[in-house]
Structures are given as C-alpha cells and as structure tokens.
C-alpha cells in the first residue's frame, strides 16, 4: 500500500511541529502530546470515562478532579510527536514470512530509547499481525509515553456493521482504550465516496467525539484531484501522503503537500522511497 514505513530504520515524517523534549534519564521519553488549547472542554480517555460512571461521578464532578483528563480542545495544533515516526509494515520477517517478534522488539525499544513517539500501523500490515503484535511490544511501556496511529481498512469495508466490527478488534489487538490517531486507509476518490456512502466517516465522526481517538486524519493514494476534494471535504486533524525526492509530481505530490500545510498538520510516508534513496 505505500504506507508510512521503513524496514528497520522505519520512518515517518509530521512536517508541522517541533519534536517535543525528550527524557534523557530513562529509556521511556516523556509525555510528548502536550495540549495548550483554551480551556474550553476537557477529553477524557474511554476508560475514565468507563470509571467515572461505575462511581456515579456527574461530568461537573469530573472536570473538577486534576489529571482525570486533557485540558482544551485537541487541536490540530496541539499535536505534538517526535519529528520522525515509526512506521510498522516491514519488520524483519522469518523463513515462513511471520514477523520476527524478538528483532522487533529490539527496534522498538532502540526507537523508544531514542526519542521516537509516533508508531503507525494498520489492519493490512504484516498479513494482519503487525496490529496485534505492537500491542504486545508496546504494553511495555507506559501509554502515555508513545503515540499510537492505526487505520480503518477501507479497501474491504462493505458495510457499516463491518466497519464497526474492525474499529472494536483494534482496540483489543493493540491493547489499549484509545487511539491517538486514526485514519482512513488509503483513501481514494471512489473509497472516500463509498466510506460516506456507508456511513462510516459519520460513525468516526461519533467516535472522536466520544474520546475513542484523538485526532482524524486520513492516508492517500491517488491523484491531486482527489486529493484536494478529500481534504477540503471536512476540517481534518491531519493527513498522510507519499512523498519523496521521486515522487514530488505522483500522487498529491508537491502541490498537495503545500495544500496540506495550509489547512493541516501533514505526516509524509515513504520519504526515502522503499530505501532506493540514500
């Protein structure tokens, strides 16, 4: 698919914020998404959420406890990542061409030990066992530590209740109640039409409001025109595109990338192009 990874020097690129400081004490970097919003309203995590009803906490309540949630509204603005992402499609792999999980631990935790915070992966990747995998090798490591992106598949989605069936699996394969990023997956012209046709962008819609996910954005695989529609179609929180030395005029190309910087937060995938650029 051209996603946003590397084999072991796996990387991604968010071309809007600085990196955010990272701890030199501990292999575990700091808290990287930091929120300076108005204070307008407060996100919560599902799970505090879960917790708050269980104890008959009122919202009111809640908003008044400190470190029960984010403060302001999550912005695109607010995103903050190391500046190179990890993309997780092209692990080492054994004879039998399943992922080498004892190398791929050893890369995510030389990755965590040097400041990177954004780890991509998807449905697709590894025939379906990246998701689960990355929720074992991050369990490691404080939630809080990392952000995590992963993709609603949309090149097999035929119904809502599917999309809904997929959407509740990844959370149970990356061991976690929330997402920091979610996107759909390689969008197209026709896959955005048929994602709205489903309902499936309405039912996101509903889940980032409900704190299931932080930021929406979107990955493509198309032409410019397309690409223009798609992103100017909604207020996105950000997008993916493949971008390269090579591939400055395919896809959304160049003009999308500066299209992109004006209404979003832009990451690039494939920035050395499958390692044919060095």
């Not at 690129?13 to 700091?30: D, L, Q, R, Y």
């Not at 999980?101 to 998807?122: C, F, H, N, P, S």
């Not at 090798?137 to 609603?152: G, V």
């Not at 979107?218 to 971008?243: G, P, T, V």
Request: glycine share 6%; net charge negative; hydrophobic share 35%.
């Amino acid at each position: 698919s051209g996603e946003a990874s590397e084999t072991a020097g796996s990387v991604e690129t968010a071309s809007a914020p600085k990196a955010a400081e990272v701890s030199g004490t501990a292999s575990v970097p700091k808290v990287q998404a930091e929120v300076t919003a108005p204070k307008v309203e407060r996100w919560y995590s599902p799970a505090v959420l879960q917790l708050a009803r269980e104890a008959k906490i009122s919202q009111e309540e809640l908003d008044s406890i400190p470190g029960t949630g984010y403060e302001g509204r999550l912005s695109k603005k607010d995103i903050r990542t190391s500046l190179l992402g990890y993309g997780c499609m092209r692990f080492p792999v054994n004879k039998d061409h399943t992922v080498d999980e004892e190398k791929a631990q050893q890369l995510i935790d030389r990755a965590m030990e040097a400041g990177v915070t954004y780890y991509d992966t998807a449905w697709f990747y590894h025939d379906g066992e990246s998701e689960p995998m990355m929720g074992r090798l991050l369990s490691r490591y404080p939630r809080e530590s990392y952000c995590l992106a992963t993709k609603m598949p949309c090149a097999i989605i035929d119904s809502l209740e599917q999309a809904k069936d997929i959407f509740a699996k990844q959370f149970e394969r990356l061991q976690t109640d929330y997402f920091d990023f979610y996107l759909l997956h390689s969008l197209s012209g026709r896959s955005w039409k048929k994602m709205l046709e489903l309902g499936v962008v309405d039912f996101l819609e509903q889940c980032h409001r409900e704190g299931k996910f932080r930021w929406f954005g979107f990955s493509f695989h198309d032409e410019y025109e397309a690409f223009e529609e798609i992103l100017r179609a909604r207020d996105w929180d950000f997008c993916q595109i493949q971008l390269n030395y090579m591939d400055q005029n395919i896809q959304a190309g160049l003009r999308g990338h500066d299209l992109a910087l004006e209404l979003s937060l832009i990451h690039i995938s494939e920035p050395t192009r499958l390692r044919r650029i060095s």
